[in-house]
């Protein structure tokens, strides 16, 4: 193997793995319940509505759940709850029985001393350190080796990775500050750092990627809004997050204190168990650590926790607290104290404190092994030696105690044998691997190389440097050449004296390899081909060729073809939500309802080809591409919530699976980055080829329902008559707001249903009033006209109708005046908010027609009979009357105008054709108010009936007990001779009297 040295200072460097070996079988096995003590007085205290879910049922009277603790205190358990676990759809199995305690205890585990593993340099051999700085944007290589500074300070957006194969190892004495956006190291090729400063430890800022192990004797200190990445071993004085997400890499971490606070978040990376090994105390304050949020129920990765404290009794050193959510299993010998909290995993303590808490037993699986679970392989660069592990577990945290007796490992590129290890237990003595190729892959080839064979799959796992190698392949200098799918990729010649033909000797990956020019038949194992030579493939992939020359040179080479672009299929074809802005008017019928804020959405990606075509049977994992953008009414903006990128995975099939929540009621974007496909990233970390950015606009949202809350209005002196309009100082009136469809105590309120997405609500069409139904005795008969004020409140809209809309109480028997409880009431169907094939956004509300006591009455007009004598002119009384409390009561109401309700012509004369004519009466009145029907002087006698036509809420009655056909027209009898008899009301003038 041709491997380039460092030209600069070179420091011997050790093993970086951890030296305190933790049996995973046995730790595992002391965490049964969701809960249990190992301390002989260890003690269980369950306060304020405390739940325990998996727990121990025992055939008892009281059906009590019961958890292994020695004592408990019993003085206050309010409401605390156990559960015996969840069933197959996560739901608690039981009724949430009452906890007791067993009076037994756990398995115990006895923690060895906190002992981190030694590094592999002392500061007190430096001498004359320089300072190493990287100016922002700058980009520094490194060759492999170890290094001496007293400050490493990279400024934002710089880079610093490795020049050949193998680790870079920095020493330094003073600060270490890493700036954001910044990369230091890469896939492979890792820079650790060890940091000797206990004052300023090691600073990262927001968004920086570091691969290698980060060691200091101070604190590392995030301080970050996006995540910042530590994918290697991190041991720390101290470890403190405040508001910042941070990924670290699976494997053994040490810390001598934690501390986790203010919605700060810990996720894990890559394959493989963690462990957080802690010295003295933990604290989780409104914070997640290896919290999988998409299914409670299933870890997102194995976590344990181990907590190296002393024994001293009711000494608190795990605190997790205010909305806190931990996933893993706990181990101390102290008190853990959840208060408003909750752990997925389980603990196993000294002394247990719950309040408001909950402890949900879940699984985590840690990979342990009996027999050999995998053979690790270390390769040593520098020395081209190559060592070997029997490995217990996946950590390989507990090596296999009994002799492998051999174990073969091969070249699998090369066809021939690199090792051969015999009688070694534990750990093998080092081979030197002697190799000219460019290229090797170390392989086990099947079970007759080892003894014993592995249990899992794969069987090897081989590191360079303390970094896994993919695929166990390393090369000194690959030569990847990349093309788009039924694109092209290039393969030139080795060199300008090279022989330019080559006959393949090895082919690997899918077949249709073929000639770009020609379209020829798939190149394969066998067939001549001449360099410089065009190659295209149909498929989303990686090919893995052998060439060998004339001279017998062999040259090794990867051509990968990635998709051009991926595509996120938009539910609807042809969408037009308006280039500039969506305007409800043009677009409300183009621009597709995708569904509601707070419902899921499904999409799918389809990854294309160079041509734009769909690339079938593609498989890759993708990570966080896909995004979503939500653009609400003003325009201007949009809002994009972090939590909503999301992982695209291709599984081999035509299309990966994409969904989405949204949040707002507006126009929906989808953004996938540009990025790398997995096999395109090399060895360096970076991209051979990426794949084009692609965006495009999905649709919009739209409530899932609307929420009408009605606003009463005010009859007009309070008072409405039967058969005629109700005449409103203030009419009602309805606040109109949108609801997501994750609304679950009452309406979840969209204040971004407002401006052009509320425009649904101006289409009359859309609005549907009506009376409430009530004892049908209101009628709507009319709405003339509605005004609607958007935005009223933001994403609240008024909807008044206009005054003049007509509801009336039928008159049809006579009936007393009541109070009105009736109501207006008012649907909503936003018909052209509708997701396909479903029902349209609806709601309904009412109004009252009055917020007071407002009564409704049954009115009549009543004209009084008149004996008039010739020559005299007189007056029939007119006057307005009601049912009162009953239809026996009769009352004059003397406020209410009826003019308006008196028709043209009004006067009917029966019999016709006499003396008297319409023209000699006429309607007398008093400061505007109608009070009779004056009759002018007649010069000869005259008997018969006047009557009035009026509306129907006018209209007098036959008699109060009539039941059908009941209103007549007011009418009175008119006498008209000589010396005729007086009433009591008569008024009459003779004519001297009206001229003077």
């Not at 200072?9 to 249990?36: C, E, M, P, R, W």
């Not at 290697?232 to 405040?242: F, P, T």
């Not at 909503?644 to 081999?652: H, I, M, R």
């Not at 209209?955 to 039941?963: F, H, R």
Request: glycine fraction near 8%; proline fraction near 5%.
């Amino acid at each position: 193997m041709r491997i380039k040295l460092a030209t600069l200072l070179l420091l011997l460097s050790g093993s970086l793995s951890a030296q305190t070996v933790v049996d995973l079988n046995k730790i595992h096995a002391s965490f049964v319940d969701a809960a249990q003590g190992h301390l002989s007085d260890s003690k269980l205290e369950l306060d304020n509505g405390a739940v325990m879910v998996g727990t121990k049922t025992f055939n008892n009277p009281k059906g009590q759940q019961h958890l292994d603790f020695a004592k408990e205190d019993s003085s206050n358990k309010s409401g605390s709850k156990c559960y015996v676990g969840l069933d197959d759809k996560g739901n608690k199995i039981g009724k949430g029985e009452a906890c007791t305690i067993t009076g037994n205890v756990a398995n115990d585990y006895i923690l060895g001393e906190y002992a981190a593993p030694p590094w592999p340099y002392s500061k007190n051999d430096s001498k004359n350190l320089p300072e190493f700085k990287i100016k922002e944007d700058g980009k520094y290589t490194i060759k492999p080796g170890s290094y001496r500074m007293k400050e490493l300070k990279l400024n934002n957006n710089s880079q610093l990775t490795v020049d050949g194969i193998g680790e870079v190892n920095l020493y330094v004495e003073g600060e270490v500050h890493i700036n954001g956006h910044t990369k230091v190291g890469s896939l492979g090729k890792p820079i650790n750092i060890f940091s000797y400063d206990a004052h300023h430890g090691i600073e990262v800022e927001n968004d920086s990627i570091l691969y290698g192990n980060i060691k200091t004797l101070g604190e590392i200190s995030i301080n970050s809004e996006s995540k910042v990445q530590l994918l290697g071993e991190i041991e720390a004085k101290s470890l403190k997050l405040n508001s910042s997400p941070l990924v670290i890499g699976t494997g053994a971490h040490w810390f001598e204190k934690l501390n986790i606070n203010n919605q700060a978040n810990i996720s894990i990376a890559g394959e493989g168990d963690t462990v957080f090994n802690v010295k003295d105390d933990m604290e989780v304050n409104d914070a997640t650590i290896n919290y999988n949020k998409n299914d409670i129920n299933e870890p997102s990765h194995s976590l344990l926790i181990l907590m190296y404290k002393k024994e001293s009794r009711h000494r608190k050193n795990v605190d997790i607290n205010n909305n806190a959510k931990v996933s893993a299993y706990i181990y101390t010998r102290n008190e853990v104290k959840i208060e408003d909290a909750t752990v997925y995993g389980s603990v196993n303590v000294g002394q247990l404190e719950m309040n408001k808490g909950l402890i949900q037993f879940q699984r985590h699986f840690f990979n342990s092994s009996t027999g050999v679970h995998h053979y690790r392989l270390d390769y040593q660069p520098s020395t081209h030696q190559l060592t070997a592990k029997a490995c217990q577990d996946n950590m390989c945290s507990t090596l296999f105690e009994q002799a492998v007796k051999k174990l073969v490992i091969d070249d699998a590129i090369n066809k021939k044998q690199l090792a051969s290890f015999k009688d070694f237990t534990g750990r093998s003595a080092p081979q030197r691997v002697s190799s000219d190729e460019s290229c090797m892959q170390f392989s086990l080839k099947d079970n007759s190389q080892a003894s014993p064979f592995p249990t899992s799959e794969p069987p090897l796992q081989c590191f360079i440097a303390n970094t896994r190698l993919a695929d166990c392949r390393l090369c000194d200098e690959p030569i990847p050449l990349f093309g788009y799918v039924e694109g092209e990729a290039i393969i030139a010649p080795v060199s300008s004296n090279s022989t330019e033909r080559f006959i393949i000797t090895d082919y690997k990956g899918p077949a249709g390899l073929k000639t770009f020019a020609t379209n020829a038949t798939p190149l394969k194992v066998g067939s001549s081909v001449t360099l410089p030579l065009s190659v295209s493939h149909s498929q989303a992939t990686k090919v893995e060729l052998i060439l060998q020359g004339e001279d017998d040179r062999r040259y090794a080479l990867t051509l990968g073809f990635v998709p051009k672009q991926l595509v996120l299929v938009p539910k609807f074809d042809d969408n037009d939500c308006g280039s500039e802005r969506f305007e409800y008017q043009r677009h409300s019928t183009t621009c597709a309802v995708l569904g509601a804020p707070g419902q899921r959405v499904n999409f799918q990606v389809q990854a294309n080809d160079i041509k734009g075509n769909k690339i079938a049977h593609y498989q890759a994992s993708l990570g966080d591409i896909a995004s979503f953008s939500e653009q609400d009414s003003n325009f201007s903006r949009y809002l994009v919530a972090p939590e909503l990128l999301q992982a695209v995975t291709f599984d081999g099939g035509d299309f990966a699976p994409l969904s989405y929540t949204p949040s707002l009621v507006g126009i929906v974007t989808a953004t996938l980055e540009a990025h790398c496909s997995p096999y395109a990233i090399t060895a360096d970390g970076s991209c051979a080829l990426t794949t084009d950015k692609s965006q495009v606009v999905l649709g919009r949202t739209a409530p899932a329902y609307l929420a009408i809350e009605g606003i009463a209005g005010a009859i007009k002196r309070g008072i409405a008559y039967r058969g005629k309009a109700i005449e409103f100082e203030q009419v009602p009136r309805f606040k109109v707001s949108a609801c997501a469809a994750d609304s679950t105590q009452g309406c979840k309120a969209l204040p971004s249903f407002s401006g052009e997405f509320a425009k649904g609500l101006t289409t009359l069409d859309n609005l549907a009033f009506a009376t409430d139904g009530q004892d049908n005795d209101l009628r709507l008969t009319a709405v003339r006209g509605v005004s609607v004020q958007l935005d009223d409140e933001p994403g609240t809209h008024l909807i008044t109708p206009d005054p003049s809309l007509a509801l009336i109480f039928s008159k049809d028997t006579p009936v007393a005046e009541h109070p009105i409880t009736h109501a207006l009431a008012l649907t909503v169907t936003l018909n052209q908010d509708a997701v396909a094939a479903q029902l349209p956004p609806t709601g309904a509300g009412s109004a009252a027609l009055d917020d007071m006591s407002a009564t409704v009455r049954f009115g009549f007009l009543k004209l009084l009979d008149l004996d008039l004598n010739t020559q005299e002119m007189g007056l029939l009384p007119l006057h307005l009357k009601y049912f009162a409390k009953d239809i026996e009561t009769v009352k004059q109401d003397s406020q209410t105008d009826f003019a308006p309700g008196l028709s043209s012509p009004l006067f009917v004369i029966e019999p016709a054709g006499g003396g008297l004519k319409v023209e000699d009466l006429s309607l007398e009145t008093d400061t505007n108010q109608v009070i009779g029907v004056s009759v002018s002087a007649q010069e000869s006698a005259w008997e018969g009936d006047i009557k009035l036509k009026v509306e129907s809420w006018l209209q007098d009655i036959v008699d109060k007990d009539c039941t059908q056909n009941c209103l007549i027209p007011p009418r009175a009898h008119l006498v008209i001779k000589e010396n005729a008899p007086k009433r009591d009301y008569d008024r009459i003038f003779n004519r001297r009297e009206v001229v003077r």
